[in-house]
């Protein structure tokens, strides 16, 4: 059932892209929003908002070394010959969808985190790591916020609506992804007023 699904949906929906390029329908995930998907972009963010906004990124991204662009084994020793640091990492291969390609060093056991370490050695372009930061958490929840933004030539448009991707904390592996037993959420604000 599930390889019938990824069938339906390479071949797509006859008419679609010229129902959205030509405004008869709207799309809230159109033609090139997936861009950032690939996790690699991670290790440029804050330069390309420096270099095209001419200004400090506000938050600045997840300090994300790529295991390519660092002196492979010396990167490799810091992540994976001490225990401790295993406590601090995560790593992701860049390509990977779905939390099936993100390890989440303090969520865990040793051995298991230490079997990405020859993935890596054989394809270091292909994977990164990032600092570990917990995510927050709301009623129990683990809670990954989220939000939607149009990027145009002359201006921004930023969704209103944010949404967020939640799991149980207890028993979490530290992944929100869908299908990792994760969900997506609304999100309301109120006004304090």
């Given at each position: 059932m599930?390889e019938?699904?990824k069938d339906l949906?390479?071949?797509?929906?006859?008419?679609?892209?010229?129902?959205?390029?030509?405004?008869?329908?709207?799309?809230?995930?159109?033609p090139?929003?997936?861009?950032?998907g690939?996790?690699?972009?991670c290790?440029?963010?804050?330069?390309?908002?420096?270099?095209?906004?001419k200004?400090?990124?506000?938050?600045?991204?997840i300090?994300?070394?790529?295991?390519a662009?660092?002196?492979?084994?010396?990167?490799?020793?810091?992540?994976?010959?001490?225990?401790?640091?295993?406590?601090?990492?995560?790593?992701?291969?860049?390509?990977?969808r779905?939390?099936?390609?993100?390890?989440?060093?303090?969520?865990?056991?040793?051995?298991e985190?230490?079997?990405?370490?020859?993935?890596?050695?054989?394809?270091?372009?292909?994977?990164l790591?990032?600092?570990?930061?917990?995510?927050?958490?709301?009623?129990?929840?683990?809670t990954d916020?989220r939000?939607?933004?149009?990027?145009?030539?002359?201006?921004?448009?930023?969704?209103?609506?944010?949404?967020?991707?939640?799991?149980?904390?207890?028993?979490?592996?530290?992944?929100?992804?869908?299908s990792?037993?994760?969900?997506?959420?609304t999100?309301?604000?109120?006004?304090?007023?």
């Amino acid at each position: 059932m599930k390889e019938d699904f990824k069938d339906l949906l390479r071949q797509g929906v006859p008419g679609l892209l010229d129902a959205y390029f030509n405004g008869v329908i709207k799309m809230i995930n159109g033609p090139g929003f997936e861009f950032l998907g690939d996790k690699h972009f991670c290790l440029y963010i804050d330069r390309l908002v420096t270099a095209y906004l001419k200004e400090e990124p506000i938050l600045k991204t997840i300090p994300t070394l790529s295991f390519a662009e660092h002196d492979l084994q010396e990167l490799l020793a810091a992540v994976f010959d001490n225990p401790d640091a295993q406590n601090y990492t995560v790593v992701k291969r860049v390509d990977g969808r779905g939390g099936d390609s993100v390890w989440v060093g303090p969520m865990l056991p040793r051995k298991e985190f230490q079997e990405v370490r020859p993935l890596i050695e054989a394809e270091p372009g292909a994977f990164l790591v990032q600092k570990y930061i917990a995510l927050s958490q709301v009623n129990s929840q683990l809670t990954d916020l989220r939000n939607l933004a149009s990027v145009r030539r002359d201006s921004i448009v930023v969704s209103k609506t944010l949404w967020g991707r939640g799991v149980p904390a207890s028993g979490s592996n530290g992944k929100v992804n869908i299908s990792d037993k994760g969900f997506e959420f609304t999100v309301c604000t109120a006004s304090g007023k």
